[in-house]
Protein backbone atom coordinates (compact mmCIF):
# COMPACT_ATOMS: atom_id res chain seq x y z
CA UNK A 1 0.00 0.00 0.00
CA UNK A 2 1.39 3.11 -0.87
CA UNK A 3 2.61 5.74 1.99
CA UNK A 4 0.98 9.28 2.14
CA UNK A 5 4.38 10.46 1.64
CA UNK A 6 4.27 9.29 -1.66
CA UNK A 7 0.91 8.98 -2.88
CA UNK A 8 1.29 12.17 -5.18
CA UNK A 9 3.25 9.35 -7.51
CA UNK A 10 0.73 7.09 -7.82
CA UNK A 11 -1.31 6.95 -11.51
CA UNK A 12 -4.71 8.77 -12.15
CA UNK A 13 -6.63 5.84 -12.69
CA UNK A 14 -10.08 6.93 -12.05
CA UNK A 15 -11.66 8.99 -14.88
CA UNK A 16 -15.12 10.66 -14.64
CA UNK A 17 -16.71 12.27 -17.30
CA UNK A 18 -19.52 13.79 -17.91
CA UNK A 19 -21.71 13.34 -21.01
CA UNK A 20 -23.74 16.49 -22.17
CA UNK A 21 -21.42 19.10 -23.36
CA UNK A 22 -18.28 17.30 -22.44
CA UNK A 23 -18.41 13.93 -24.24
CA UNK A 24 -21.41 14.20 -26.29
CA UNK A 25 -22.93 17.19 -28.17
CA UNK A 26 -25.76 18.89 -26.55
CA UNK A 27 -26.57 21.38 -29.48
CA UNK A 28 -29.10 23.24 -27.73
CA UNK A 29 -31.16 19.85 -26.66
CA UNK A 30 -31.22 20.55 -23.13
CA UNK A 31 -33.10 24.06 -24.12
CA UNK A 32 -35.52 22.39 -26.65
CA UNK A 33 -36.68 19.19 -24.60
CA UNK A 34 -36.82 21.84 -21.49
CA UNK A 35 -39.45 24.17 -23.54
CA UNK A 36 -41.41 21.45 -24.68
CA UNK A 37 -42.05 20.02 -20.97
CA UNK A 38 -42.54 23.48 -19.80
CA UNK A 39 -45.52 23.86 -22.65
CA UNK A 40 -46.75 20.56 -21.58
CA UNK A 41 -47.14 22.50 -18.27
CA UNK A 42 -48.81 25.52 -19.95
CA UNK A 43 -45.86 27.54 -19.71
CA UNK A 44 -46.41 29.95 -22.87
CA UNK A 45 -42.72 29.86 -25.30
CA UNK A 46 -42.02 33.76 -25.61
CA UNK A 47 -43.36 34.62 -22.15
CA UNK A 48 -41.70 36.58 -19.57
CA UNK A 49 -42.21 33.11 -16.77
CA UNK A 50 -40.70 30.80 -19.79
CA UNK A 51 -37.63 33.57 -20.24
CA UNK A 52 -37.15 33.16 -16.53
CA UNK A 53 -37.16 29.57 -16.59
CA UNK A 54 -34.91 28.86 -19.24
CA UNK A 55 -32.46 31.39 -17.48
CA UNK A 56 -32.45 28.92 -14.55
CA UNK A 57 -31.98 26.06 -16.75
CA UNK A 58 -28.97 27.50 -18.35
CA UNK A 59 -27.35 28.74 -14.80
CA UNK A 60 -27.90 25.33 -13.73
CA UNK A 61 -26.70 23.22 -16.43
CA UNK A 62 -25.27 19.62 -15.15
CA UNK A 63 -27.71 19.56 -11.55
CA UNK A 64 -30.10 16.82 -12.00
CA UNK A 65 -32.72 17.55 -13.71
CA UNK A 66 -35.63 16.59 -11.45
CA UNK A 67 -33.74 18.71 -9.03
CA UNK A 68 -34.45 21.71 -11.49
CA UNK A 69 -37.83 21.12 -11.89
CA UNK A 70 -38.66 20.73 -8.29
CA UNK A 71 -37.24 24.50 -7.96
CA UNK A 72 -39.45 25.57 -11.19
CA UNK A 73 -41.91 24.16 -10.48
CA UNK A 74 -43.09 22.21 -7.32
CA UNK A 75 -43.54 25.69 -5.15
CA UNK A 76 -46.39 26.44 -7.49
CA UNK A 77 -48.11 23.43 -7.51
CA UNK A 78 -48.09 23.06 -4.04
CA UNK A 79 -51.70 21.70 -2.03
CA UNK A 80 -52.08 21.67 1.34
CA UNK A 81 -50.55 18.72 1.80
CA UNK A 82 -47.32 19.75 -0.30
CA UNK A 83 -47.59 16.20 -2.93
CA UNK A 84 -48.76 18.01 -5.78
CA UNK A 85 -45.90 20.25 -6.03
CA UNK A 86 -43.96 16.75 -6.21
CA UNK A 87 -46.38 15.41 -8.44
CA UNK A 88 -46.04 18.80 -10.39
CA UNK A 89 -42.02 18.42 -10.84
CA UNK A 90 -42.37 15.21 -11.66
CA UNK A 91 -44.73 15.86 -14.72
CA UNK A 92 -42.63 18.26 -15.73
CA UNK A 93 -39.00 15.69 -15.05
CA UNK A 94 -40.90 13.03 -17.26
CA UNK A 95 -42.29 15.44 -20.16
CA UNK A 96 -38.80 16.45 -20.33
CA UNK A 97 -37.04 12.89 -20.31
CA UNK A 98 -39.83 12.09 -23.47
CA UNK A 99 -38.54 15.22 -25.22
CA UNK A 100 -35.52 14.74 -24.85
CA UNK A 101 -35.59 10.57 -26.03
CA UNK A 102 -37.31 12.13 -28.96
CA UNK A 103 -34.77 14.12 -30.22
CA UNK A 104 -32.33 11.49 -29.49
CA UNK A 105 -34.68 9.02 -31.49
CA UNK A 106 -34.57 11.52 -34.37
CA UNK A 107 -31.07 11.97 -34.83
CA UNK A 108 -30.07 14.77 -33.05
CA UNK A 109 -27.42 13.44 -30.78
CA UNK A 110 -22.98 13.11 -31.60
CA UNK A 111 -20.29 12.17 -29.86
CA UNK A 112 -17.84 15.48 -29.69
CA UNK A 113 -14.86 15.20 -31.86
CA UNK A 114 -12.13 13.17 -30.63
CA UNK A 115 -14.14 12.25 -27.39
CA UNK A 116 -14.47 8.96 -27.80
CA UNK A 117 -10.85 8.18 -29.12
CA UNK A 118 -10.22 10.27 -25.89
CA UNK A 119 -11.97 7.66 -23.74
CA UNK A 120 -9.82 4.46 -25.58
CA UNK A 121 -7.16 6.16 -25.05
CA UNK A 122 -7.61 6.79 -21.32
CA UNK A 123 -8.68 3.02 -21.04
CA UNK A 124 -5.69 1.76 -23.25
CA UNK A 125 -3.38 3.48 -20.70
CA UNK A 126 -5.21 1.54 -17.59
CA UNK A 127 -7.38 4.00 -16.57
CA UNK A 128 -10.95 3.17 -15.74
CA UNK A 129 -13.50 5.55 -17.19
CA UNK A 130 -16.76 6.64 -15.42
CA UNK A 131 -19.07 8.19 -17.58
CA UNK A 132 -21.84 10.26 -15.63
CA UNK A 133 -24.98 12.52 -15.96
CA UNK A 134 -27.73 14.73 -14.92
CA UNK A 135 -30.41 12.56 -16.57
CA UNK A 136 -32.70 10.23 -15.50
CA UNK A 137 -30.96 6.60 -16.41
CA UNK A 138 -33.94 6.16 -19.44
CA UNK A 139 -32.15 8.81 -21.14
CA UNK A 140 -28.80 8.01 -20.42
CA UNK A 141 -29.49 4.31 -21.95
CA UNK A 142 -31.08 6.07 -24.81
CA UNK A 143 -27.77 8.53 -25.82
CA UNK A 144 -25.36 5.57 -25.05
CA UNK A 145 -27.23 3.53 -27.50
CA UNK A 146 -28.16 6.20 -30.17
CA UNK A 147 -23.70 6.40 -29.71
CA UNK A 148 -23.07 3.10 -29.83
CA UNK A 149 -21.43 3.54 -26.17
CA UNK A 150 -23.09 0.25 -24.54
CA UNK A 151 -19.54 -1.11 -24.08
CA UNK A 152 -17.12 2.16 -24.12
CA UNK A 153 -16.65 2.48 -20.79
CA UNK A 154 -17.47 -0.48 -17.62
CA UNK A 155 -19.50 1.93 -15.35
CA UNK A 156 -22.36 4.60 -16.35
CA UNK A 157 -23.57 6.40 -13.33
CA UNK A 158 -27.19 8.82 -13.50
CA UNK A 159 -28.19 10.53 -9.98
CA UNK A 160 -30.31 7.52 -8.99
CA UNK A 161 -27.45 5.24 -8.80
CA UNK A 162 -25.69 7.23 -6.23
CA UNK A 163 -28.28 7.58 -3.89
CA UNK A 164 -30.48 10.81 -5.89
CA UNK A 165 -28.05 13.19 -5.27
CA UNK A 166 -26.56 14.89 -8.37
CA UNK A 167 -23.88 17.70 -9.16
CA UNK A 168 -22.77 19.94 -7.76
CA UNK A 169 -23.00 17.45 -4.92
CA UNK A 170 -19.72 14.88 -4.81
CA UNK A 171 -21.92 11.46 -4.92
CA UNK A 172 -21.71 10.32 -8.33
CA UNK A 173 -17.97 10.68 -8.38
CA UNK A 174 -17.49 9.00 -4.71
CA UNK A 175 -20.11 6.32 -6.39
CA UNK A 176 -17.55 5.95 -9.01
CA UNK A 177 -14.80 5.73 -6.81
CA UNK A 178 -16.39 3.26 -4.46
CA UNK A 179 -17.55 1.04 -6.99
CA UNK A 180 -14.47 0.80 -9.49
CA UNK A 181 -12.13 0.71 -6.64
CA UNK A 182 -9.79 1.68 -9.14
CA UNK A 183 -7.93 3.90 -6.88
CA UNK A 184 -7.27 4.00 -3.44
CA UNK A 185 -6.42 7.56 -2.90
CA UNK A 186 -9.94 9.66 -4.17
CA UNK A 187 -6.90 12.37 -4.98
CA UNK A 188 -5.90 10.12 -7.77
CA UNK A 189 -9.22 10.78 -9.66
CA UNK A 190 -9.73 12.79 -12.43
CA UNK A 191 -13.08 14.41 -13.12
CA UNK A 192 -13.91 16.40 -16.59
CA UNK A 193 -17.46 18.09 -17.26
CA UNK A 194 -18.35 21.45 -18.91
CA UNK A 195 -20.69 23.13 -16.05
CA UNK A 196 -19.93 24.93 -13.07
CA UNK A 197 -21.88 22.16 -11.16
CA UNK A 198 -19.42 19.73 -12.89
CA UNK A 199 -16.39 21.55 -11.32
CA UNK A 200 -17.97 21.87 -7.67
CA UNK A 201 -18.88 17.93 -7.48
CA UNK A 202 -15.53 17.34 -8.23
CA UNK A 203 -14.03 19.60 -5.84
CA UNK A 204 -15.88 18.72 -3.45
CA UNK A 205 -15.54 14.89 -3.71
CA UNK A 206 -11.30 15.88 -3.07
CA UNK A 207 -10.57 14.59 -6.87
CA UNK A 208 -6.53 15.64 -7.72
CA UNK A 209 -7.75 16.91 -11.30
CA UNK A 210 -10.86 18.94 -12.09
CA UNK A 211 -10.81 19.70 -15.60
CA UNK A 212 -13.30 22.14 -17.41
CA UNK A 213 -14.04 21.83 -21.52
CA UNK A 214 -14.91 24.52 -23.10
CA UNK A 215 -17.11 22.82 -25.30
CA UNK A 216 -20.84 23.14 -23.66
CA UNK A 217 -22.73 25.36 -20.78
CA UNK A 218 -20.13 27.66 -19.29
CA UNK A 219 -17.02 29.67 -20.35
CA UNK A 220 -13.14 29.63 -18.85
CA UNK A 221 -14.07 32.11 -16.10
CA UNK A 222 -17.27 30.42 -14.45
CA UNK A 223 -14.83 27.45 -14.66
CA UNK A 224 -12.28 28.23 -12.95
CA UNK A 225 -14.24 30.48 -10.44
CA UNK A 226 -15.92 27.08 -9.51
CA UNK A 227 -12.61 25.24 -9.35
CA UNK A 228 -11.51 24.06 -12.12
CA UNK A 229 -7.57 22.95 -11.73
CA UNK A 230 -7.24 22.98 -15.73
CA UNK A 231 -9.71 24.53 -18.47
CA UNK A 232 -9.16 23.01 -21.58
CA UNK A 233 -10.36 23.29 -25.16
CA UNK A 234 -12.53 20.04 -25.39
CA UNK A 235 -11.80 16.37 -23.56
CA UNK A 236 -9.80 15.34 -26.60
CA UNK A 237 -6.92 17.09 -24.57
CA UNK A 238 -7.95 15.49 -21.66
CA UNK A 239 -5.35 12.29 -21.83
CA UNK A 240 -2.24 14.68 -22.10
CA UNK A 241 -3.09 16.57 -19.20
CA UNK A 242 -3.37 13.33 -16.98
CA UNK A 243 -0.31 12.27 -18.77
CA UNK A 244 1.69 15.49 -17.92
CA UNK A 245 0.28 15.64 -14.51
CA UNK A 246 1.45 11.99 -13.41
CA UNK A 247 4.97 12.68 -15.16
CA UNK A 248 5.59 15.45 -13.18
CA UNK A 249 4.78 13.86 -9.94
CA UNK A 250 3.04 16.37 -8.32
CA UNK A 251 -0.72 17.26 -7.08
CA UNK A 252 -2.83 18.75 -10.18
CA UNK A 253 -3.05 22.42 -8.98
CA UNK A 254 0.78 22.67 -9.11
CA UNK A 255 1.11 20.90 -12.25
CA UNK A 256 -1.04 23.65 -14.80
CA UNK A 257 1.01 23.49 -17.98
CA UNK A 258 -2.00 22.66 -19.52
CA UNK A 259 -4.39 25.28 -17.60
Same mark, same amino acid.
Given at each position: ?63 ? =? ?39 DGGRIAPLPGAREAVERLASEGRTVVLTTGFARTTQDAILAALGWQDLVPLTLCPADAGGRGRPFPDMVLA ?6 ? %? ?35 ? =? ?13 ? %? ?24
Amino acid at each position: MTSPTDSTRDPYRLVVLDMAGTTVADDGLVEQAFSAAAQRLGVRPGSDEHARQLAYVRATMGES =KITVFRHLFAAEGEDEDGDGGEDRAQQANIAFEEAYGELVDGGRIAPLPGAREAVERLASEGRTVVLTTGFARTTQDAILAALGWQDLVPLTLCPADAGGRGRPFPDMVLAAFLRTGA %VEDVRRTVVAGDTSYDMLSGVRSGAGIVAGVLTGAHD =KDQLARHGATHVLGS %VAELPDLVARAEAAGLPAAAARAGA
